[in-house]
């Protein structure tokens, strides 16, 4: 990751993209959040800090990842289509990139316990992971409803050390593990630190996780135009909290000719309500600290996400994504499961490659804009697609999805 | 000039501390939390708190949590809350209203203002809004004559809490320990330092709440605070109670408790 500053005018000094972010927190946890914000401020201005990162990156995660041409997967889609593998980085998405930047200010700040909350467990098992390196406690809570569904995150979270909590309040999925996280960490605000999975929530977290993980779009700009000799047309990544799709367009933001498509889960379709598309089918308003689009009702009550992937499970967005989409810079379009999933196979197929089902949303979404941007351009589209995790953990999912899995 | 200023003064004049009670709005239901705060209000609680359910209350323990759950899926409205305001101001007694912001954000800040003054209502006790993010609900709350009670916290620097009081009117809202809402055992050794740290910055009355459960727990919070705010312990009352009756008899006794412990306080 370079040293430079961010690009751009966003946030401003309290942690606002436009009408977007801030802090909605209690009081109790400002001065935590003081004290983060200060210690980010200076790990990044500090040699030592940004040489330490930059070596766990490399010799620890497995970065820079490659980026990939998947011919065949290009043939069937109508545009040359390149892939982040983000997928190969040590436990198997970008997500490791945040947490080891949080866990060196971890230590840094003399803290020594972590919490987090997680949806799949993807998020509590990279936790669980730094935690292991550093020799940090960690806690991490999780919906009852996703301990359950998702039982082999749960085991390795225990084999990495980790303390797993099951959430069995309100609708005892990531959002209200999230709650609880927030809860501990009011509580116990002194030692620990929350460890935020994505650029969402109070500020610092949506600027800090962004410049945590925006090495992702650094390393494809430059492997693209080493590749193409060119900046692709579209940038293209799925949108949950959406800390891989901010790490990915970071560094495109200032390239006017290039495209950012950011997907988001559309569930059983955006017009059903069975969704978690906080922006295209969601509302401003304030959600776990920051104000952003959101799933909610006429009295400001969270409105249940849905979708096949746990990942995107979530019924708010970062707001730096909120900004985005309201300065026209970003376009977020929904992607339903079924186009999803389609899109899961069609690259298992063509590529020999398993994607997490969230990355599937980013597949399937460049394959529905190639025809539109080819015809546009004149020719045949360069689209880089974030492919932001593996698929491994999502192979009971997909698995009973297709109807493959033996009869127990 | 502060709404709910009339009863810090009523009760300074009688030598003692306000007692604050909270309960959620529409918790069992809208008309027996209705009746609740009554029975609350006829056994010697000062100020009623109606407490918005929230769908993702984090400032909120597991009591006020299922509290607010059982309030929701009944399917209580913002408006319904206000209708609980209006019924319980119309006995007398002052009603302060404890509110995460999105709701309000989702009603409009402006119109919540309009309603919650026509309601009778003296202002808003915001968890999660701090002053920094509350401009238009600074601007609302002078519109329409509101008091404001932002809350403070042991970790908060002086700075901060000089910058918070100079934003709350009425009074501000101390939280005794570094925590959620919550009966604890014990009371708080963090909250008389905080109480006197804001003495030093402010002659706003000053509201002590989080852990108080107890009569005596009130009389020794009573010794150093202007008001004595309990949450949970009365939520319990109603939550644990086989029926309704049974649960504004617990309220009352628990209620009298709390008067009488904010009557004799330990100095």
């Known amino acids: 990751m370079s040293a430079a500053p961010a690009t751009g005018q966003v946030p401003d000094a309290a942690g606002h993209f436009g009408r977007f972010g801030g802090r909605f927190v209690p009081e109790a946890l400002v001065a935590a959040l003081d004290e983060l914000d200060a210690a980010y401020r200076k790990a990044m201005g500090d040699e030592d800090f940004l040489a330490e990162f930059d070596a766990l990156l490399r010799d620890y995660a497995g ?3 490659l980026l990939y041409e998947a011919r065949r997967f290009s043939a069937r889609v ?3 289509i390149l892939l982040k593998r983000e997928d190969l980085n040590h436990t198997g998405a970008h997500k490791v990139r945040n947490v080891l930047g949080q866990a060196l200010l971890t230590k840094r700040m003399g803290k020594r316990r972590v919490i987090a909350e997680t949806g799949a467990g993807q998020h509590g098992v990279a936790t669980a992971t730094a935690a292991a390196l550093f020799d940090l406690e960690c806690v991490v809570y999780m919906g009852q409803v996703d301990t359950e569904r998702q039982a082999l995150n749960v085991a390795r979270m225990r084999m990495l050390g980790a303390t797993v909590v099951p959430v069995t309040t309100g609708s005892r999925t990531l959002k209200d593990a999230m709650n609880e996280a927030m809860r501990d960490w009011v509580a116990n605000v002194e030692d620990t630190h929350y460890l935020i999975g994505t650029a969402a929530g109070p500020h610092p977290f949506p600027e800090m996780v962004r410049d945590f993980v925006r090495g992702i779009g650094e390393e494809a700009r430059r492997q693209c135009l080493d590749l193409t000799g060119a900046l692709p047309d579209a940038v293209a990544a799925c949108v949950g909290g959406g800390s891989n799709a901010l790490g990915i367009f970071h560094a495109f933001v200032p390239d006017a000719g290039v495209r950012l498509y950011g997907f988001e889960a559309g569930g059983e379709g955006v017009g059903t309500g069975r969704h978690a598309a906080s922006i295209t089918g969601g509302s401003s308003g304030v959600l776990h600290g920051t104000r952003t689009y959101v799933l909610q009702d006429a009295d400001g009550q969270t409105i249940e996400s849905h979708s096949i992937s746990a990942g995107l499970d979530y019924p708010g967005v970062g707001p730096e994504h909120a900004w985005l989409h309201d300065t026209g810079r970003a376009t977020y379009l929904p992607v339903d499961d079924a186009d999803a999933m389609a899109a899961f196979e069609l690259l298992c197929r063509t590529e020999g490659v398993i994607p997490a089902i969230e990355s599937a949303h980013a597949l399937a979404g460049a394959r529905a804009i190639a025809p539109r941007l080819a015809e546009e351009l004149g020719r045949e589209p360069v689209i880089v697609v974030n492919l932001s995790g593996r698929g491994d953990k999502d192979v009971h999912t997909a698995g009973a999805y297709f109807g493959i899995l033996d009869k127990e | 000039m502060s709404r709910i200023g009339v009863a810090f003064d009523k009760a300074r004049a009688d030598g003692r501390a306000v007692l604050v009670g909270c309960m959620p709005a529409g918790f069992p239901t809208v008309e027996g939390s209705i009746a609740a705060m009554k029975a609350m209000v006829e056994a010697g609680v000062d100020v009623i708190e109606v407490e918005i359910p929230y769908s993702d209350p984090v400032m909120d323990g597991p009591v006020i949590q299922k509290a607010s ?3 929701l899926a009944g399917g209580v409205r913002v408006a319904d809350a206000l209708r609980v ?5 119309a006995t007398g007694a002052s009603v302060v209203t404890m509110t995460y912001w999105n709701p309000i954000e989702q009603y409009g800040v402006d119109a919540f203002a309009r309603d919650m003054a026509a309601a009778g209502g003296t202002g808003l006790i915001t968890p999660d809004l701090i002053p920094d993010e509350a401009a238009e609900w600074l601007a609302a709350s002078d519109a329409h004559g509101l008091d404001r009670t932002f809350l403070v916290s042991p970790s908060s620097t002086d700075a901060r809490l000089r910058m918070t009081v100079e934003h709350c009117r009425g009074f501000v809202y101390a939280t005794a320990i570094m925590g959620v809402t919550g009966a604890r055992a014990q009371t708080s050794e963090a ?11 402010t002659d706003i009355p000053v509201g002590v709440g989080l852990g108080v459960g107890t009569g005596a727990q009130a009389a020794t919070v009573a010794g150093y605070a202007d008001a004595v705010i309990v949450g949970s312990a009365l939520v319990r009352c109603v939550l644990d109670a086989p029926d ?16 009488d412990g904010v009557r004799n306080p330990a100095r």
């Open chain 1, 63 to 65: 970065t820079p990842s």
């Open chain 1, 78 to 80: 109508g545009a040359r």
């Open chain 2, 69 to 71: 759950d059982i309030a």
């Open chain 2, 85 to 89: 305001v209006e019924a319980v101001a």
């Open chain 2, 191 to 201: 909250a008389p330092v905080l109480v006197s740290r804001l003495r030093e910055v």
């Open chain 2, 244 to 259: 309704q009756a049974a649960g504004l008899t617990a309220l009352r006794k628990l209620s009298a408790e709390l008067a």
